[in-house]
């Protein structure tokens, strides 16, 4: 199993983020557009995980929920990976609000995996939404600049989502587990 921990933004928030996004598909068609409905804020990259390690991995991350309030976010900027958009090869919409609480909630989700045995590595953590890939990396300097800004809009997010990223065309996602912050866990692999 391919599998991370996200939040997901309110159907508000991905509704007032398409129309940047339409600007952007018009200006550069030829990248690989997210669809709406696969937009998520990723917490931590689990990478592939033995189905059988799941069980393991439940109770680290209701706990690290647990101990950590609702964020109040909202949309700040756009970015690209790498940083310098001449040569990148992700679009992105950036994430501000309750960024320090989202940083110590994406510490102690980092800790609970690794502490059932599952490696995440080191790579700095960056809040955003990828909204567009390019294979090849392309200029999307101009492309950057055509979305203008992005909509202002804040959310509260109050959950957690453990998700399994299901291989095929094009992104397919499962909730596999829900943990609400400051409560425990919801078991969704049966839906």
Avoid: K
């Avoid at 501000?96 to 989202?102: D, K, M, P, Y």
């Avoid at 809040?127 to 390019?134: D, K, L, V, Y």
């Avoid at 979305?147 to 998700?163: C, F, H, I, K």
């Amino acid at each position: 199993m391919r599998l991370f921990t996200a939040l997901d933004p309110p159907r508000r928030v991905t509704d007032a983020l398409r129309g940047a996004v339409r600007r952007g598909r018009r200006h550069e068609p030829r990248l690989r557009w997210i669809a709406p409905e696969h937009w998520h804020l990723t917490l931590v990259f689990l990478g592939e995980v033995a189905p059988e390690r799941l069980p393991a991995l439940e109770p680290g991350l209701e706990r690290a929920a647990a101990a950590h309030p609702p964020l109040d976010l909202t949309l700040d900027g756009w970015g690209t990976f790498p940083p310098q958009a001449r040569r990148a090869s992700v679009l992105w919409a950036g994430v501000g609000g309750h960024t320090r609480a989202l940083a110590a909630l994406v510490e102690d989700l980092r800790a609970a995996v690794e502490e059932a045995g599952v490696e995440t590595g080191a790579r700095p953590y960056v809040p955003h939404i990828t909204i567009a890939r390019s294979r090849p990396p392309r200029d999307l300097e101009a492309t950057v600049a055509s979305l203008g800004n992005p909509p202002q809009l804040r959310w509260r997010a109050t959950r957690v989502a453990l998700v399994e990223s299901i291989p095929g065309q094009g992104a397919r996602y499962r909730t596999a587990l829900t943990c609400p912050l400051l409560r425990g866990c919801a078991d969704r692999s049966g839906e």
